[in-house]
């Protein structure tokens, strides 16, 4: 390998996408959404070659710094089109030691009621193309982008977040025990 050769990755799309780039904005439709991602780099290149998706860095691809942005990119696209034709999905358990909470979900917020004993409810809202649903002690978030789900989990469990109370004791929350991920193939 030369040490002035860049930096290129090829990545095969699935069926049934639809991916157009304009300058540094990629969009992907796909059965289950539309996600537009910009890409902020001035030495990623992206092109598409009818079901290729091909991604050239303007760096030396000997450098090791390089390779991991390249590869880090390559993540981001196959989590954005394994999203749109598998779906993505997160898992939280609802812990409720002291009082027993209420967790259900109305429209776009995820309402808890009766946590610590408290008089009002707490909501959480979820990110537009997230639906969350509530399974006894598990709450599912499912969407079709990875960045929404993870953000919507991390905002129910914000939201449950106690202070002012010894946190060894006072164990109650909603808490992530499955990370956003792509789901699988059925």
């Not at 799309?13 to 904005?25: C, H, I, M, N």
């Amino acid at each position: 390998m030369s040490t002035d050769e860049l930096a290129r990755e090829e990545l095969p799309l699935p069926a049934g996408l639809k991916v157009a780039v304009a300058g540094r904005r990629l969009t992907v439709q796909g059965p289950k959404g539309k996600v537009v991602r910009p890409f902020p780099s001035d030495v990623l290149h992206l092109a598409v070659k009818g079901d290729r998706l091909t991604l050239e860095l303007g760096l030396p691809a000997h450098r090791k710094r390089s390779r991991a942005l390249l590869r880090t990119w390559v993540a981001h696209l196959r989590n954005l089109t394994g999203g749109l034709t598998l779906g993505v999905e997160a898992r939280l358990k609802v812990v409720a030691a002291h009082f027993p909470m209420k967790v259900s979900v109305k429209g776009d917020d995820l309402v808890i009621e009766n946590f610590l004993g408290e008089k009002y409810p707490r909501t959480a809202h979820l990110v537009p193309g997230t639906t969350a649903r509530v399974d006894g002690e598990f709450v599912t978030i499912e969407g079709f982008d990875v960045e929404h789900v993870g953000q919507s989990a991390a905002a129910i469990e914000r939201t449950t977040h106690i202070r002012d109370y010894d946190p060894r004791v006072f164990q109650d929350g909603i808490y992530l025990i499955e990370r956003a991920h792509l789901k699988e193939a059925s």
